[in-house]
């Protein structure tokens, strides 16, 4: 028959990893390199925003021109409508008074 034999606990033990104290200095870096990296996106997000602006400029502008004058010719063609009523409405009324009297 095999002996057992005995095996040794602390090689299966991992052993803590030693901890590295950062100093002041190395925190303060490294925030100024997150700080950094947000700040160039926002310019960079900001550059988009402006580059898309100008790209569509005219688009809107006809788009703004079409809107105006769409609303130009129903308000010419609802005040000619409404003008026209009234005069027939006029008309009606003169006959009315007329055939009356």
Do not use: C
């Not at 005995?6 to 901890?19: A, I």
């Not at 200095?25 to 580059?51: A, C, P, R, S, W």
């Amino acid at each position: 028959m095999i002996k057992p034999s005995l095996s040794d606990f602390s090689d299966f033990v991992e052993k803590p990893k030693p901890v590295i104290i950062k100093s002041k200095i190395d925190i303060q870096k490294e925030k100024t390199m997150y700080m950094n990296i947000i700040l160039v996106l926002i310019v960079g997000l900001g550059i988009f925003y402006l580059y898309y602006r100008k790209k569509n400029l005219d688009k809107q502008k006809k788009e703004a021109k079409q809107k105006i004058n769409q609303l130009d010719d129903y308000m010419n063609d609802y005040l000619m409508h409404t003008m026209l009523e009234q005069q027939n409405y006029n008309a009606m009324l003169e006959q009315q008074n007329n055939n009356i009297s």
